[in-house]
C-alpha cells in the first residue's frame, strides 16, 4: 500500500512510500536538505518499520526537537498501526 504522511516540525513536508509485507520501500521526502533525504531512503530500503524506529526515531535537527529522519520513524510507524487495523 502506498502511504502519505504530513511532516510536523521539519523542512520536509510531505513523506511518501510503499508498505507491503512488513517492509518498506520507495521512500521519498518532498522538501527539505537534498543530501539526507536521498540518503535517508536508500538506507531504509527494505527495513521494516521497528528497525526503522530503532536507527531513526528520536534524531533532532538544528535544535529542534524532530528531524526528517524522526519523521520517517513517526510515519511508518502509523502506517504499521493502519495496516493492522484493517487486518
Sequence with gaps: MQYSYKTQGTCSQL???E????KISGVKFYG???GN???IPR?????TPAEIREKLEGISC???PTSCADQLAK???????EAAEKA
Design 75 to 81: 510515519a511508518v510507524t502509523a502506517a504499521e498501526q
Design 15 to 17: 513523506i511518501t512510500f
Design 37 to 39: 533525504l536521498t540518503a
Design 62 to 64: 538544528g535544535g529542534k
Design 43 to 47: 538506507l531504509v530500503e527494505g527495513m
Design 32 to 34: 527539505g536538505c537534498p
Design 19 to 22: 508498505y507491503e509485507n512488513g
